[in-house]
């Protein structure tokens, strides 16, 4: 267990001797790292985790938006890495503005991006810049909001 | 859920093809909008959302323990394995360790889960391809197990069995026995749908070298399950990341190298073989008397008896039935190995009695962002068992 929690903060520590820029915030909770990074960092920072081959994040299980309205940055974009050789995980958060809600997308480094990115458009209204074809992908074309954000009612607008 | 196709440009001789939703092959609502020359498809575009429920959403109004009966409904044929995986994000979170004799009970019921889950796969699969009998046969083993799960939970299909802190009745006396019978028997059928299945040439054509994806495309596009380890990936969650006391059973990762369709059948059926595998070894594990809830008060419900005898019992009993628990503010991420693929809850707590978000990484829905690839410059025949393989559920995708 502590060999464990010491490699953790290794990739942490890592990243921050790459680049101490790129890592504003670390999270520990019940054994999980989240490494929070500014919005201008991510590409170069998930470049950096996913071809390190040290570190060699190669597979993005999920990429998540969680809505804190009416707390201002409102959105937190998560992105679940996995390292499938060392047998180990990493999240990233982003915080974005509730004004200008957009991120780069991630689909040039891991391409399974593409649909966890156009959920997190359709559902939470996150638009991720440079994604080949951000459209809807669960609710119709000509659906009006993004249902899954906290001011949107669970039982829809009547 | 758009509705339209940009077709390859210049391409005057083309035909779009629209299949589904309500096709016997897509194995449920999903819609592949299909750009063909001749028979050969040369653009496919899965599209999908007809059966979105917003069930995320929906979680989060409901009280942590109310949520558990939205997971059975996420994916249908493996309910046990969705309960899990849910359960262990909220213990996680909640920081509470369950008694060993409810984590085997698991392990066994999750276990049968998968083999259940196999077993339609493997029947619908056959019967897109053209061999009905196998359909027959594996729904008839599976109707035995769903009959355990009547047996030990009272539900056939959405059990909602495990609870937060452990599972949600003391199982029926004699539920082994019962267990031990089907288990039993099912080497000799496995070995029955395999000789009519892995040598049969008309099986082996329309399988062998169709549906090809390479372990590093597989990677790169998120697949995982068997979509993964019939690419030579050998990546196992239950082995990875070992929850729910994985660690103490012995089995092995079944791996194939050819990427193609009939390397995914062989790794299902062999799953089924570790499977019982493991469900044996969780029989002879499982102790005869013990706690099946963790002690947590304020947490998990006291026992009746608690509750009838003392005050401190009533009060929890109330308050967990009327206003549930709150865990700790933060954020975990839970995966487990379902018979899908990783699985994976996120759930973000706020410190109130309602899951402030809950997010499910669902393996068919990632799984099936591979299938243009898979039957792209294939013959539409191929497009069928290209679906078959993914082994999606609609509603795991759509949620």
Known sequence: MESKDADKTLVVHQLKAWDAQAVTEVIEFRGETTVVVPREHLMRAAAYLASEPSLHFSFLSDITTVDRFPLEPRFEVNYHLLSLDRNERLRLKVRLGGSDPSVHSVTEIWPTANWHERENYDLMGIRFEGHPELSRILMPDDWEGHPQRKDYPVEGFR | ?399
């Not at chain 2, 758009?2 to 440009?9: L, R």
């Not at chain 2, 609870?163 to 006396?173: D, F």
């Not at chain 2, 790169?220 to 399950?225: C, E, Q, T, V, Y």
């Open chain 2, 1 to 399: 859920m758009p509705t339209t196709i940009e077709t390859v440009a210049g391409s005057a001789n083309t035909m779009v093809l629209n299949m589904g939703p309500q096709h016997p092959s897509t194995h449920g609502v999903l819609r592949v909008v299909l750009e063909l020359d001749g028979e050969i498809v040369l653009k496919a575009r899965p599209v999908i959302g007809y059966l979105h429920t917003g069930i995320e959403k929906n979680m989060e109004a409901k009280t942590y323990s109310q949520a558990i009966t939205m997971t059975d409904r996420i994916d249908y044929l493996a309910p046990l394995s969705n309960n899990l995986c849910y359960c262990l994000a909220v213990e996680k979170i909640l920081g509470i360790e369950i008694p060993k004799r409810a984590q085997y009970i698991r392990v066994l019921l999750t276990e049968m889960t998968r083999i259940a889950s196999h077993l339609v796969w493997l029947g619908t699969h056959a019967i897109d391809l053209g061999a009905m009998s196998v359909f027959l046969y594996t729904f008839r083993e599976r109707e035995e197990i769903m009959k355990i799960f009547e047996h030990v939970s009272g539900q056939r299909m959405m059990t909602s069995y495990f609870r937060i802190g452990g599972i949600a009745l003391e199982p029926p006396p004699n539920w082994l026995d019962h267990i031990r019978r089907v288990i039993d028997s099912l080497p000799a059928h496995i070995d029955e749908y395999e000789g009519l299945l892995t040598n049969n040439r008309i099986w082996l054509g329309r399988t062998k070298g169709v549906g090809i994806i390479s372990a590093e495309d597989a990677i790169a596009m998120g697949a995982s399950g068997p979509m993964l380890r019939g690419s030579g990936v050998p990546y196992d969650i239950r082995k990875a990341f070992p929850y729910s006391s994985y660690e103490e059973f012995d089995f092995d990762i079944q791996t194939q190298t050819a990427g193609d369709c009939f390397a995914r059948y062989q790794v299902r059926v062999a799953e089924i073989r570790e499977s019982i595998k493991i469900v044996r070894q969780a029989m002879e594990k499982v102790p005869a008397e013990g706690p099946i809830k963790a002690t947590a008060p304020g947490i998990i419900a006291p026992s009746r008896e608690e509750m009838k005898s003392s005050i401190e019992g009533l009060i929890y009993h109330f308050k967990i039935y009327t206003e549930g628990f709150a865990p700790p503010p933060g954020e975990v991420y839970q995966a487990i190995e379902s018979p899908r693929g990783e699985l994976g809850f996120f759930v973000a707590s706020d410190g109130s009695a309602h899951p402030y978000r809950v997010k499910v990484r669902a393996p068919s829905f990632i799984n099936l962002q591979t299938l243009p690839r898979l039957c792209e410059g294939r013959l539409i025949a191929d497009v069928v068992a290209c679906i078959g393989t993914t082994d999606i559920v609609l509603g795991e995708v759509d949620r």
